[in-house]
């Protein structure tokens, strides 16, 4: 079984972004939308000049709602690996935006009955899905998982789509040997590598730590 790709989201500060590069992590997320965890493109842009991202890395910009003029301002000022729209954009907004940028998109999905049909529908505009927990008045970052019993739909959806589909909501060290048994294509943590508010990277060793044991 191969490893799934591990995203460490929400970070915040020069001291995330340095923690998260020293990580073993594929994709690094600062979130550029109206949240406790907001970041400015000038200063995620100083911050990677001061921690370059290894190699194999790469930096992912979340978004929620916000319009083309929005993304192209960041866009500017950083530049960006992937763009993770975690608002509930239209189909048709997705698509115009796809049109509008270079940078390759991925879409929420936010867990409710049935959502997983909603990713055939954005499917032939986006490069990827993440799945997160639907909670009233916040996009994302609560620390809440959803019912993991319906995960084998997103990830069969994603599979015959051939879209990437990570899974995130309420991940950390404790339960995510529960979620590795449903072998997704990748693991998106925020909370869950928190301390005080703060990214840990003794957090981050443990979750690094708990999916190399199913190498």
Same mark, same amino acid.
């Given at each position: 079984?191969l490893?799934?790709?591990?995203?460490?989201?929400?970070?915040? /500060?020069? $001291?995330?972004?340095?923690?998260?590069?020293? /990580?073993?992590?594929?994709?690094?997320?600062?979130?550029?939308?109206?949240?406790?965890?907001?970041?400015? #493109?000038?200063?995620?842009?100083?911050?990677? +000049? #001061?921690h370059?991202?290894?190699?194999?890395?790469?930096?992912?910009?979340?978004?929620?709602?916000?319009? =083309? /003029?929005?993304?192209?301002?960041?866009?500017?000022? @950083?530049s960006?690996?992937? *763009?993770?729209?975690?608002?509930?954009?239209?189909?048709?907004? @997705?698509?115009? =935006?796809? +049109?509008? @940028?270079?940078?390759?998109?991925?879409? @929420?999905i936010?867990?409710?009955?049935?959502?997983?049909?909603?990713?055939?529908? &954005? #499917?032939?505009?986006?490069?990827?899905?993440?799945?997160?927990? +639907?909670?009233?008045? $916040?996009?994302?970052?609560?620390?809440?998982?959803?019912?993991?019993?319906?995960?084998?739909?997103?990830?069969?959806?994603?599979?015959?789509?051939?879209?990437?589909?990570?899974?995130?909501?309420?991940?950390?060290?404790?339960? *995510?040997?529960?979620?590795? #048994?449903? $072998?997704?294509?990748?693991?998106?943590?925020?909370?869950? =590598?928190?301390?005080?508010?703060k990214?840990?990277?003794?957090?981050?060793?443990? =979750?690094?730590?708990?999916?190399?044991? &199913?190498?």
């Amino acid at each position: 079984m191969l490893n799934p790709k591990l995203k460490f989201c929400g970070n915040h /500060s020069q $001291q995330d972004i340095s923690l998260a590069v020293q /990580s073993r992590v594929s994709y690094i997320g600062v979130v550029f939308a109206e949240s406790k965890r907001k970041v400015t #493109a000038r200063d995620v842009d100083k911050w990677i +000049k #001061a921690h370059p991202l290894q190699p194999k890395q790469k930096l992912v910009g979340l978004f929620v709602n916000a319009s =083309i /003029s929005e993304i192209a301002s960041v866009l500017s000022h @950083v530049s960006l690996d992937i *763009i993770q729209l975690h608002g509930n954009e239209t189909v048709e907004q @997705v698509n115009m =935006i796809s +049109k509008q @940028v270079t940078v390759p998109l991925w879409k @929420v999905i936010h867990h409710e009955p049935q959502a997983w049909l909603k990713m055939e529908q &954005y #499917a032939p505009f986006v490069d990827g899905f993440v799945i997160d927990s +639907k909670v009233k008045g $916040q996009w994302g970052g609560t620390g809440s998982t959803f019912d993991w019993s319906h995960l084998p739909s997103y990830i069969e959806t994603g599979k015959k789509l051939a879209r990437p589909t990570f899974i995130a909501g309420g991940i950390q060290a404790s339960n *995510i040997a529960e979620l590795l #048994a449903y $072998q997704p294509d990748g693991i998106d943590v925020s909370s869950g =590598i928190e301390e005080n508010g703060k990214k840990s990277f003794e957090r981050m060793k443990q =979750i690094e730590e708990r999916i190399e044991l &199913y190498e």
